[in-house]
């Protein structure tokens, strides 16, 4: 049996051996029971209504998190009980934040920083995969240079005292504000942009439902002009060195309220930066992942990258600013160790991958030669692929290794601002919540696209994410 290789023709230029498309996704087994690549092309009445419910309660959730965290002391459980006491409306109008012009210069500055950075640092050319409707784009690999150059930036800014990266955690809720406006503006332009003047037309999807096309997006690769596109731009730039800039920030609020940093803050900053390093280092990879092969740039896309990033997922840096935690050295060693841990789970198991797709299986696992599945798969256009379903090394004990690792570099974060109160632990909750159900969307997918060969690969792994459990 064999191993499990997705081939794909995103690949950087330079390292490409041989170019395959995931057009294959779009199967012919079952293609009107799912759509494999890019989102449905149409929704039911409920669903438009669903997608107007999240694009409500989604900006609220960033604002009860702050609100509880800065109110609260950071218990979810007495902010929710003021809530239900005051009313849910009332609640909200007291305590929504408003945005200033300083606020408001300085984003503006960070944005248009990365414009600069984006457009003239060099990079590598990478293709994407294939979109739907056959438009193979090209993009420049340029973010580990602008991440680097930003916290380089960033830190002699501050160290030198041209701007105090304190502000930023000091001014937190008019920051968070700001994040939904933008992120609902720029979901508006580009859905005007969709229906006036669209990159692709042929990749657009429309639903009927006004609500459902929003929130989804319409456009799959909105671009301006031929080279500036903006799913790969706001996910890496705004979002994820945003990331690392806003534990910067709360870092340095830290050591202004106590005069020193503690060992939690450098445990989880330390973890969030090799999360997103790894990203950069691997940004010719992400061109072929769910984010830019599936999802369209609407509301969920371009608000998840502009508010619910920087608001939910430096959640632990943002509560030990405020409620510091020393940990033991001990302790201190075992979650730094355990985080490490699932980082090079999460690498080795993406590692194996890679080998064995370019190697066609010619490759030693483990110091084995590995055990795979040839799957056959047929495109949209009638040529048949095969692609290799891997079942040795992590593979073998799990049907998405790179999952587990990811979970468990995910709990570690958290782990270092102990047990007192649920709040930062949300970013672990959810990223479970939306492992589990990527598993499940990934696995539907699979099957649609490989049929017999793919449940053969889960007969031979049963599990998916944790041996032996799930």
Known sequence: MSDITIT?????????????????ALDERSPDKITVWGRKGTTSALGGIACLAMMVVCPMITIFWWTSLSHYDGS??????????TGLIPFFIQNTPGTTLPVVTVY??????HVILYSFLPGTRCKGQLTPAGNLLEYKINGFLACIMSLILAGGLHIYGLFDLAFVAQNWGSFVCLFNIYGLLLALVFYIKAHVS??????????????????????????????????LFHNGRPGMIGWLIVD??????????YGYIT?????????????????????????????????????YFSWGIAAWLPVMYTLQTQYLASHPVDLSNWTAALILTTGVSGYVLFRA?????????????????WGKPPQFIRAKYKTAEGSMHESLLLCSGWWGLVRHANYLGDLILSYSMCASCGFTNLLPWTYAIYMTILLVHRCYRDEVRCYNKYGKAWKEYCAKVPYRIVPGIF
């Open 8 to 24: 794909n023709s995103n690949v950087c230029a330079s390292a490409r051996k041989r170019p395959f498309t995931i057009q294959g």
């Open 76 to 85: 979810l459980y007495r902010a929710g009980v003021s809530m239900v006491n």
């Open 108 to 113: 503006a500055c960070w944005t248009l920083s």
């Open 198 to 231: 669209p990159t692709h037309p042929e990749d657009r999807k429309f639903s009927g439902s006004i609500f459902y096309d929003f929130y989804m997006g319409i456009e799959f690769n909105p671009r301006l002009g031929s080279d500036w596109d903006m799913k």
């Open 248 to 257: 910067m920030c709360f870092a340095a609020w830290q050591y202004k309220q």
């Open 263 to 299: 060992n939690s803050m450098i445990i989880t900053s330390f973890l969030h930066a090799v999360y997103v390093i790894d990203f950069f280092c691997n940004e010719g990879w992400y061109l072929k992942t769910l984010d830019m092969c599936h999802d369209h740039f609407g509301f």
């Open 349 to 365: 198991a993406n590692h194996q991958k890679y080998i064995s797709r370019a190697t066609n299986g010619n490759c030693k696992i």
